[in-house]
């Protein structure tokens, strides 16, 4: 069966550090995949894409790498603050479809 | 922001009332789409278009049609809420990329919040 999966138990770090989650998929070849931030009684806001063809994309204290082999994408948050404390979802086309499917979320929260 | 609202913002209603969700979009974007959040399932989506009076089911479409009449409404309709219907929607839009293909990143609606007694 098809699944997009992040770690459904939220993740504590300390103030500074560097916070990573994971997304892992089982069959789909997606051309790309994203990355979004949702607060608590808001929708989701995209942050980042990286495609099938790169292995890490970067966005001021954001970075993204993406394995196909692997079938995962590490999401980094490099001198994490506590308005980094959100919760953030991986999102995949599956190809040749009209339609995102995604991960069910990993919450982080930053300690101060 | 995207242009993108939702109404009604929150709404409680009855077992077996007919309930419909308005999604209106200001960007003339292609693609529209409606997913429901519970906790333990994260976004699933409901129905979805990629053009007027073109749509399609997602993985929870039972219990939902949807329709769209123009590019920048789509409505979700409950025929007959159930309690199980009870969760926050939200409305999704996407644009195209510059060969029409459907774009790279979707932009959401505020969400409702809707309680079935």
């Known amino acids: 069966s098809q699944k997009i999966e992040q770690n459904s138990e939220a993740l504590n770090i300390q103030e500074g550090k560097t916070a990573t989650l994971t997304c892992n998929y089982t069959n789909y070849s997606p051309a790309y995949l994203q990355w979004y931030r949702q607060d608590p009684g808001r929708g989701p806001v995209f942050l980042l894409l990286?495609?099938?063809?790169?292995k890490e994309k970067r966005k001021e204290r954001l970075k993204v790498t993406f394995d196909t082999t692997l079938k995962q994408s590490l999401f980094h948050i490099t001198a994490s603050q506590p308005a980094d404390s959100a919760t953030y979802l991986c999102?995949?086309?599956?190809?040749?479809?009209?339609?995102?499917?995604f991960g069910t979320g990993t919450r982080l929260k930053v300690l101060a | 922001d995207a242009g993108i609202t939702q109404s009604p913002r929150h709404k409680v209603t009855e077992t077996g009332t007919p309930v419909t969700l308005r999604c209106h979009q200001t960007?003339?974007?292609?693609?529209m789409y409606w997913y429901r959040q519970d906790p333990g399932h994260g976004l699933r989506l409901i129905h979805y278009s990629y053009g007027v009076k073109d749509t399609d089911k997602g993985e929870v479409s039972d219990g939902y049609s949807v329709s769209r009449s123009k590019t920048e409404d789509f409505l979700l309709t409950l025929e007959s809420a159930t309690s199980s219907q009870t969760s926050v929607y939200f409305c999704?839009?996407?644009?195209?990329?510059?060969?029409?293909?459907?774009?790279?990143?979707?932009?959401f609606g505020p969400g409702t919040r809707l309680t079935v007694l």
């Open positions: 990286i495609r099938e063809n790169e």
């Open positions: 960007e003339n974007h292609r693609y």
């Open positions: 999704a839009i996407s644009g195209t990329d510059g060969t029409g293909r459907l774009g790279n990143e979707q932009f």
């Open positions: 999102a995949l086309e599956p190809s040749g479809t009209y339609k995102y499917i």
